[in-house]
């Protein structure tokens, strides 16, 4: 799941997950097996629920499916005042991305995204432009403890293109899948700071962060 910082009234991208909130490695054995349940993740703003965030897994022989969805509105007496949706397809082979095919509605702005691999290289098209990318390729979907990585991140919900670093920071109880967890709290910092915890199987339980109006935006695992 992507998990972009949104101004007040201006973008808010998932997260995973575009977020992210990631790393390639998703054949991460307990971390692997969690994952076959159905992540939901109610989304807050500032304490006040504005969305969800869905994957669902899916084994297709040699192949993980993940199907990614997030629908977040933020209304001002009846009117909404923005919209976010997001709907996007990942298939993993062991520890490698496949493919990617997502489509954004970012309040009036619109992506269209795929990434390939092919022989040797990946292929990533966001709204008809097309690169070429050498892999291996990491996104911004975090839905798994083995996905963190350092460096370069792509977004999987947008055109952007993110380094950052990852620092463990310790153990913690939150407030997640309806009561007190014991979590493994990371930091991203870089050109995109995030908060993410991990439960003791690896999956992940929540994100957070702020954006520049010092909004505080979380993903809360149900």
Known sequence: MGFAVPPARSR????LF???????????????????????????RDGSKIGEHRLVFERENSTLKVSVETDMAVKFAFLTVFRYEH?????WHG??????????????TEYEISIVRKEGHYSRTVNGTEEELSGPVAIDSWWSKDRLSAGKLFSADSDSVYRVRSDLMGKETIEASGGQVEAEHYKLSGELDRDLWYGPTGELLKVQYQNAAGETFEFIRR
């Open 12 to 15: 808010l991208r998932a997260l």
């Open 18 to 44: 575009t977020a992210a909130v990631a790393g390639p490695c998703l054949a991460g054995l307990a971390a692997t097996a969690a994952a076959e349940d159905p992540m939901v993740f109610d989304v807050l």
């Open 87 to 91: 709907k996007r397809i990942e298939r």
């Open 95 to 108: 520890d490698e991305l496949e493919s990617l095919a997502g489509m954004t509605y970012d309040d009036g």
